[in-house]
């Protein structure tokens, strides 16, 4: 009897952790994996979200192929890595070297600061910056006019030229506050008698963040890197704030394509489509950086 109490609680004590885990579960499969499932099921369907579903088998995917749109779509939110990616890692670099490297006065306000455009909500942030570059009240165009420079004024948001790279402007100032906020807690753990070690070899300050600081923050860097590469390859609010794709389809996105064809033309079964394609573009980048980035780890 006693044996039996043993196993039976043996058991209990077993099934204790996944009992824990079930309402997480529970959660992930109705809200998220049955929802995935359903996309990638209408994805082979011609459908408006009211009809009755046809099947129409790869009919979607042929069609996405050949859509210029989408394709534009793509081209833009690769381009929009350099805006979300690149920038601000090299802007947050910059910022950690000189707010962790030297004494300075509010050194707690600045890094608050630089952060709260990061938490700010982004439709909020595209209405900010949709007035920052209003054409005629706008305070960017008001004050280039106060100083005499009326000819460098825009258009900004209107501007074929200019429009990519209005936004992309905003992308950075989002994102360059994540990657500074995990650059700064990576830096608190390296061993200050490496910078010293450094000093005593007669580095300068760019030698410093060059050999002691990135190596240190290399995996703070990787996290930046793919979370901030997810983050344009999605984009979607503050284009639909700031320019809703245009002008033309200069800033067209995928997210706002499908949304296009989802919510405005009742294309649901190729919006599904469109969803199912971009998740696997996103999935096959984020799994490729994340690789790379264990594997440099591996042989640091």
């Known amino acids: 009897m006693d044996q039996a109490q043993a196993a039976g609680s043996k058991r209990k004590f077993r099934l204790m952790p996944y009992l824990f885990v079930l309402p997480a579960f529970l959660f992930f499969?109705?809200?998220?994996?049955?929802p995935v499932l359903n996309t990638l099921r209408y994805s082979f369907?011609?459908?408006t979200g009211f009809s009755d579903a046809v099947f129409v088998g790869l009919s979607n995917y042929r069609e996405l192929a050949a859509d210029q749109n989408f394709l534009a779509g793509i081209l833009n939110n690769l381009k929009f890595i350099f805006f979300f990616t690149a920038l601000p890692i090299a802007v947050a670099l910059a910022l950690t070297a000189a707010l962790s490297r030297r004494r300075l006065?509010?050194?707690n306000i600045f890094r608050v600061s630089f952060f709260v455009s990061y938490v700010m909500p982004m439709v909020v942030v595209?209405?900010?910056?949709?007035?920052?570059y209003n054409p005629v009240f706008g305070p960017l165009n008001t004050a280039l006019k106060s100083v005499g420079l009326q000819t460098l004024a825009k258009a900004w948001l209107g501007d074929f030229s200019l429009a990519f790279i209005a936004v992309g402007i905003i992308a950075t100032?989002?994102?360059?506050?994540y990657c500074l906020?995990?650059?700064?807690?990576?830096?608190?753990r390296i061993d200050e008698a490496l910078y010293d070690a450094a000093k005593v070899d007669g580095a300068n300050a760019w030698h410093q963040l060059l050999h002691v600081t990135i190596p240190g923050i290399r995996a703070e860097i990787s996290v930046a890197l793919v979370t901030t590469f997810i983050a344009a390859l999605r984009v979607f609010d503050l284009i639909f704030v700031t320019t809703r794709g245009g002008p033309g389809s200069e800033t067209m996105v995928t997210s706002?394509?499908?949304?296009?064809?989802?919510?405005?033309?009742?294309?649901?079964?190729?919006a599904a489509a469109i969803a199912v394609v971009q998740t696997f573009i996103i999935l096959a980048i984020s799994y490729f950086l994340l690789n790379r980035s264990k594997l440099q780890g591996g042989t640091a």
Do not use: E
């Not at 595209?126 to 920052?132: F, K, L, P, S």
């Not at 296009?260 to 649901?268: D, E, G």
């Open 126 to 132: 595209g209405v900010v910056w949709r007035w920052i």
């Open 256 to 270: 706002l394509w499908l949304y296009t064809n989802a919510f405005q033309i009742n294309r649901v079964g190729y």
């Open 181 to 188: 906020t995990l650059f700064m807690a990576g830096v608190q």
């Open 29 to 34: 499969f109705i809200f998220i994996l049955i």
């Open 45 to 47: 369907f011609d459908w």
């Open 173 to 177: 100032w989002v994102q360059y506050g």
């Open 105 to 107: 006065w509010g050194r």
